[in-house]
């Protein structure tokens, strides 16, 4: 078998950079534990690096097909080099001061970004599994860093319960859908279940049904959410912008490619599934989150709504390739668009978590007097969430809501559910803003926000706003991407 080592540069790059920032800290003494930091973050770019001189070379395969790189993987790939660059920059200050074990975070967080790596790359059932565990089970470790609390603990060990059970039965559904078909690699998978008829294609969706849980769980789709908010608050503050920007992009990463390539030709079994999935999870993540006054759950309860109009491109799904190609170029924009917010918002977070560590509400009263560029910036990243213009979340939005009323049927009523959520969201996401600039600070003291975290909070500030008076840039991403699945 020959290796196409190319296609297979960027993991290469980031895997050497794992076990150098393992040795490496070895031997660095406590007081320059940080200087990991500077050693991963020096990986990631190299990787990234290497992600984008992919762009312009085809499509290319190898281990037999179980790795592809083309358009989408590219995308995807440079998606999460850029997220693990925030990640790292947000987590030095935090870290540096909070006597964490750091070296074994950057450890962590490095492997964990080599599944999102391979995520889009995957193209059979094991290496799908192999990427999602790898971005998994570094973060049941990582959730709960912070030992001696005992909210950390709680959230790492529901975190690691709910995932170990949803991976069970994930893999119970990946052994069905091999011993029906024979075979792992997706297309084959797809031909493989459209040859099957009577109890086989029962057993079929009864697989299909199996692996939709194990990745809902990922995706903290309702009723597999209940782990999220209990593990984002009791995690440190980029651990959760990890799970909530990267670890829940790669679980849609993969997600795409198994219901638009390997089981496509049984939606009329699963689109109904993921109409349920879609409203209920948008609808339960707003109603709770206008209860939360805990800034970091509210982001839970937040990416657990947007987890709910993420999956409603899913339902869109027919046998028009035309309406195929609309719901798959929405979701990937809306990934692509809410990772920039999301990370933003959580940027902002953990800058004011080093003056109040409990992340209230009213913990943020008066920053714009305080701290201005943050509170201009955690505003433009509230009403991006929300939807509103003029920012990059109105087109997410848009996009999806005009995949839905193309469809029509389901779609459309999917459309309005989502427009009506939207209004909905406005109640909690307008809570930071209010509170930000029209409530009196308690110190007046000029905050001083660390410099590289500022630096990442201006950038994703920036760039929500270029996306909106420039929607075609992103908009063409989504498009190039869906050559994935032929469509």
């Known amino acids: 078998m020959t290796i196409d080592w190319h296609a297979i540069l960027p993991a290469l790059i980031l895997s050497g950079t794992i076990l150098v920032v393992l040795v490496t800290d070895l031997f660095l003494p ?5 200087a990991s930091m500077w050693v991963a ?12 001189s992919l762009i312009g070379q085809g499509d290319r395969s190898t281990f ?8 989408f993987t590219v995308v995807f790939q440079t998606f999460f080099m850029g997220a693990a660059a925030v990640v790292l920059l947000i987590s030095y200050r935090y870290f540096r001061e909070g006597g964490f074990y750091q070296g074994e975070y950057y450890f962590l967080l490095l492997t964990s970004f080599l599944g999102c790596l391979l995520m889009p790359a995957s193209r059979d059932l094991l290496m799908l599994f192999l990427a999602l565990e790898l971005v998994s089970a570094p973060g049941f470790l990582m959730a709960a860093l912070r030992k001696s609390d005992i909210k950390g603990n709680e959230g790492g060990l529901k975190f690691f319960l709910i995932g170990v059970l949803s991976t069970a039965v994930m893999l119970y559904g990946m052994s069905l859908i091999y011993g029906l078909t024979g075979s792992l690699h997706l297309g084959q998978i797809a031909d493989g279940l459209q040859r099957l008829s009577g109890a086989q294609a029962t057993l079929g969706n009864a697989a299909i049904l199996f692996v939709t849980v194990g990745f809902a769980f990922k995706v903290s789709a309702v009723p597999f959410q209940f782990w999220a908010p209990d593990t984002y608050e ?9 799970l909530g920007v990267a670890s829940n992009t790669a679980g849609f990463a993969g997600l795409l490619q198994l219901m638009f390539v390997a089981f496509v030709g049984q939606y009329t079994f699963w689109v109904p599934i993921f109409a349920a999935l879609s409203l209920v999870t948008m609808t339960l993540g707003n109603l709770v989150a206008l209860q939360q006054r805990q800034v970091v759950r509210l982001l839970s309860y937040s ?3 947007q987890a709910g ?29 809410y990772g920039i917010m999301n990370i933003g918002a ?16 009213e913990d943020f009263r008066g920053l714009a007097r305080t701290a201005p560029l943050l509170a201009t910036a955690m505003t433009v990243f509230m009403v991006s969430l929300a939807g509103v213009p003029p920012t990059g979340g109105f087109w997410a939005k848009l996009l999806i809501f005009q995949a839905g009323i193309q469809r029509g049927g389901i779609g459309t009523i999917l459309a309005v559910a989502m427009v009506i959520n939207s209004v909905i969201s406005v109640g909690y996401y307008f809570l930071i803003p209010r ?8 110190d007046e003291t000029r905050f001083r926000s660390p410099v590289l975290v500022t630096a990442v909070v201006a950038v994703a500030m920036v760039a929500i706003i270029v996306i909106f008076v420039v929607p075609n840039a992103i908009y063409r991403l989504g498009e190039v991407s869906s050559l994935a699945f032929g469509g």
């Open 41 to 52: 973050l020096l990986g990631v770019l190299a990787t990234l690096v290497a992600v984008l």
């Open 309 to 337: 109009y993420i999956l409603l491109p899913f339902a869109l799904v027919t046998n028009d390739p035309a309406i195929n190609h609309s719901a798959f170029q929405a979701a990937v924009t809306y990934l692509l668009i």
């Open 30 to 34: 406590q007081r320059h534990k940080s």
């Open 346 to 361: 959580f940027a902002v977070t953990t800058a004011v978590s080093a003056r109040h560590p409990g992340l209230q509400i």
């Open 64 to 71: 037999g097909g179980s790795y592809v790189v083309d358009a």
């Open 303 to 305: 990416g657990i709504a």
């Open 435 to 442: 509170a930000m600039i029209f409530e009196e600070p308690e």
């Open 234 to 242: 009791g995690a440190p503050v980029p651990v959760a912008a990890f």
